[in-house]
């Protein structure tokens, strides 16, 4: 009897010993903290597509071409879960991968595969997660979209890897800031009654329909990281008196309540997350950086169409150089420049595979287009730093009335930074509802090569001109990197590192361009509505989103 108690004993003893030095995970604080959310999931499609074809960015897909799913394996089996943080041998051959914790949230389009959340430690207690705690596969919220997948990833991430710094990368599909992770669907189209009813509904059941995921929801996610660094004191909050705190930003609050969300004021420090980094289309636009100026401090993204990884065999192509890229994270202390280079040595091909072909690392698109925005470390540094300058230059447009800014701006083609060039019918670079308000700032500043149609007096386009000329000065100053590849030939459309939505649609009164574009609701992008235009080189659409123009083309009432 007594043997059996000592036995007990001894094993109840070693499974401590064993879950204390094996299992039980041991979370320091290291320098960096870096986080995946990746998907080829379309959870709103009845049927998934797990095929690459048209919808889903590989055009005319044969049936032994590769899959979404079988690119998110690679990403994830072959290069992610294969960084030196991985390994113990990884880590002893270079010890700054010791300061890094990397975890990634894998969603695959196979509706039979559960997801997957991992930290990529070489210990064997490292976390994994498939649904998050009251999540299923079957909640009306992760079938709509990712919001409430996305903020339960992040805050997971936050809770089971302290770090220093912090940098989340974006894998997936995107039509900018109206929607991600949506590709196969078309575009939802209401019309204004159906809105207001919609919204209606909203206000007496207390329920919304969120529709695709969009900006707003990716900072209301990011934001839960950078409220929790604030509250565990990586910044000291204003004094109770000092703070107003509300039940989500922007919200009536009250003051001292510590369980509610800070409302940040303008100039204040905040500790944002370093860098977010969009491997999505039409994501380098001034909403995106309205909509996470107060999240990260260096957006990385793209004003036109972002390459999905395929070969033009439309086999599985290229990734993402995620080691150099962390590698620059952890040995840069000035990462943004070196980030940039990394990335533009990807695209231009240095290090190609021998016997790749030139395009391999952006097919489909024939050209790769990339900026960093310097959101700065305080809150509102975008929208405070050139809100009145938008208005202004709104206001000085406005002289030529209607007719006369829609010869400036929209018959002016690529001289104006419409962003949008054409082979037949395919769409290669851009969205022809999108504006490169750096070109076009240029643009209004040369009123000698306005259409003669555009009018206004001498003093009006003077006052356009001054205008422009303030405005483009403060948008410079946001990008702070970027690179075309190919390089720009003679006769090249004019990119030059940020875009924005030129026209919003509103449902009553007039259609005031460039008005609060990049303070756009989800709502307002959705409602956006082009005007008639013939864009080269023949052929033409009238009267349909920005979403609807660039995906699917069909009419919107």
């Not at 703070?243 to 009250?254: C, F, H, L, N």
């Not at 449902?507 to 609701?521: K, L, V």
């Amino acid at each position: 009897m007594m043997e059996a108690l000592v036995v007990a004993v001894a094993v109840v003893i070693a499974g401590v010993l064993v879950y204390v030095f094996v299992f039980r995970w041991e979370a320091p604080r290291k320098s960096w903290c870096v986080m995946f959310y990746l998907t080829s999931n379309t959870p709103a499609s009845a049927t998934p597509v797990n095929r690459p074809d048209a919808e889903t960015g590989v055009p005319a897909a044969a049936p032994a071409a590769a899959t979404l799913d079988e690119k998110l394996d690679q990403v994830v089996n072959d290069h992610i879960r294969k960084l030196p943080c991985a390994t113990a041998a990884g880590i002893a051959a270079n010890p700054a991968w010791d300061d890094v914790y990397v975890a990634y949230r894998a969603i695959w389009d196979d509706p039979f595969r559960k997801p997957e959340a991992r930290v990529v430690r070489p210990e064997l207690s490292a976390p994994t997660q498939t649904y998050f705690p009251g999540e299923t596969v079957f909640d009306a919220e992760y079938a709509i979209d990712f919001t409430k997948d996305i903020t339960l990833f992040f805050e997971w991430a936050y809770e089971n890897c302290p770090a220093e710094h912090y940098a989340v990368f974006f894998w997936g599909h995107s039509m900018g800031p109206a929607g991600f992770f949506q590709p196969s669907e078309k575009p939802v189209v209401v019309s204004p009654l159906e809105a207001l009813l919609m919204r209606v509904g909203s206000l007496l059941t207390g329920t919304s329909w969120t529709g695709n995921l969009s900006v707003p929801a990716i900072s209301d996610a990011i934001g839960a990281i950078v409220q929790q660094r604030l509250k565990d004191g990586t910044l000291p909050p204003k004094p109770d008196a000092e703070r107003t705190v509300g039940i989500s930003p922007g919200g009536a609050g009250v003051p001292g309540d510590p369980d509610a969300p800070i409302v940040f004021t303008v100039g204040q420090v905040i500790p944002k997350v370093d860098v977010v980094l969009f491997q999505d289309c039409w994501m380098g636009t001034l909403e995106t950086a309205f909509e996470l100026q107060d999240d990260a401090r260096y957006i990385v993204s793209s004003q036109s169409l972002v390459p999905a990884g395929f070969k033009p065999n439309k086999q599985l192509g290229a990734v993402w150089p995620y080691k150099d890229l962390i590698h620059t994270f952890l040995t840069q202390p000035n990462f943004a420049p070196p980030m940039m280079t990394v990335l533009c040595n990807f695209f231009s091909g240095v290090g190609r595979p021998a016997g790749e072909p030139p395009d391999y690392n952006r097919y489909p698109a024939t050209k790769i287009l990339f900026s960093l925005v310097d959101c700065d470390t305080t809150a509102g540094s975008v929208s405070s730093a050139m809100q009145a300058e938008w208005q202004a230059l709104v206001q000085a447009l406005y002289a030529l009335g209607r007719p006369g800014r829609s010869a400036v701006i929209e018959q002016s083609l690529e001289k104006a930074g419409r962003l949008f060039e054409l082979d037949g019918l395919s769409i290669r670079v851009g969205d022809q509802a999108l504006v490169d308000v750096l070109t076009l700032c240029a643009y209004l500043q040369t009123p000698v090569q306005w259409p003669a149609t555009a009018g206004g007096t001498a003093p009006e386009r003077a006052a356009i001109v001054s205008a422009a000329s303030v405005l483009q000065a403060r948008v410079q100053a946001l990008v702070a990197s970027r690179f075309q590849v190919p390089a720009p030939a003679l006769g090249d459309l004019p990119y030059t590192g940020v875009a924005v939505l030129y026209k919003p649609f509103v449902i009553w009164g007039d259609d005031p361009y460039i008005m609060a574009a990049f303070r756009s609701s989800y709502e307002g992008l959705r409602f956006s509505k082009e005007t008639i235009v013939m864009p080269p080189p023949a052929g033409g659409v009238d009267e349909c989103s920005w979403t609807q123009y660039a995906f699917d083309r069909h009419k919107w009432f």
